[in-house]
């Protein structure tokens, strides 16, 4: 079941937390991502649980409608439990905005 405000975005895999409007008419939308799979190392696959820290990125510019949307994403930095896998940490990602 997607969040609708997510798939009218396009952005499916991330939940709108808030949105706020700039005095430059350009919308501010807050989302975290809200894929399960997203927590999934990327070298193992193992599901990671143990969250290390949090960052925001902001991804390339979204339009909708006229008016330019700023997006602000909380994501999370998991550290990889499996003690057979090179990776120490990874972030959150999702298949509709690549990492830059
Ligand atoms: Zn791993």
Same mark, same amino acid.
């Given at each position: 079941?997607?969040?609708?405000?997510?798939?009218?975005?396009?952005?499916?895999?991330?939940?709108?937390?808030?949105?706020?409007?700039?005095?430059?008419?350009?919308?501010? %939308?807050?989302?975290?991502?809200?894929?399960?799979?997203?927590?999934?190392?990327?070298?193992?696959?193992?599901?990671?649980?143990? %969250?290390?820290?949090?960052?925001?990125?902001?991804?390339?510019? @979204?339009?909708?409608?006229?008016?330019?949307?700023?997006?602000?994403?909380?994501?999370?930095?998991?550290?990889?439990?499996?003690?057979?896998?090179?990776?120490?940490?990874?972030?959150?990602?999702?298949?509709? @905005?690549?990492?830059?």
């Amino acid at each position: 079941m997607s969040e609708p405000t997510s798939l009218l975005l396009g952005l499916e895999g991330l939940q709108v937390t808030s949105v706020s409007a700039l005095p430059d008419r350009t919308r501010l %939308v807050e989302v975290i991502t809200c894929d399960p799979d997203a927590a999934a190392c990327p070298s193992c696959g193992v599901v990671s649980t143990f %969250v290390k820290d949090h960052s925001v990125t902001y991804p390339r510019d @979204v339009r909708y409608g006229d008016d330019p949307i700023r997006l602000r994403w909380w994501k999370t930095r998991y550290r990889c439990r499996n003690d057979e896998c090179d990776r120490a940490t990874f972030t959150d990602r999702i298949r509709e @905005v690549p990492a830059r």
